[in-house]
């Protein structure tokens, strides 16, 4: 198993970890390692929730109706000759 070495800690947060690592029945390196595995899931679920917003505003900002076969290729065809932009793209009524 890899380790690492904390230097230049800080006195309070050494003291704080100290203190939770024993409420908690841990050893200090417990303690310090189940706080990084926590911080990697809260980013891991805020990171999720953030997606998931995105998807959902663009799901809301789509168009009302579902592009047809023909609109699909039309921008199919615009990207893959590298024209992005979509400017003049106008859907049939």
Avoid: C
């Amino acid at each position: 198993m890899a380790s690492i070495t904390l230097k230049d800690i800080p006195m309070e947060l050494h003291a704080q970890l100290k203190n939770e690592a024993a409420a908690n029945f841990r050893s200090l390196t417990q303690e310090a390692m189940s706080r990084l595995e926590r911080t990697f899931q809260i980013d891991a679920a805020l990171t999720a929730k953030r997606d998931q917003k995105w998807i959902d505003e663009a799901i809301a900002s789509g168009p009302e109706t579902p592009l047809t076969k023909k609109e699909m290729e039309a921008i199919r065809d615009r990207v893959l000759r590298g024209n992005n932009s979509f400017a003049g793209f106008v859907r049939a009524p």
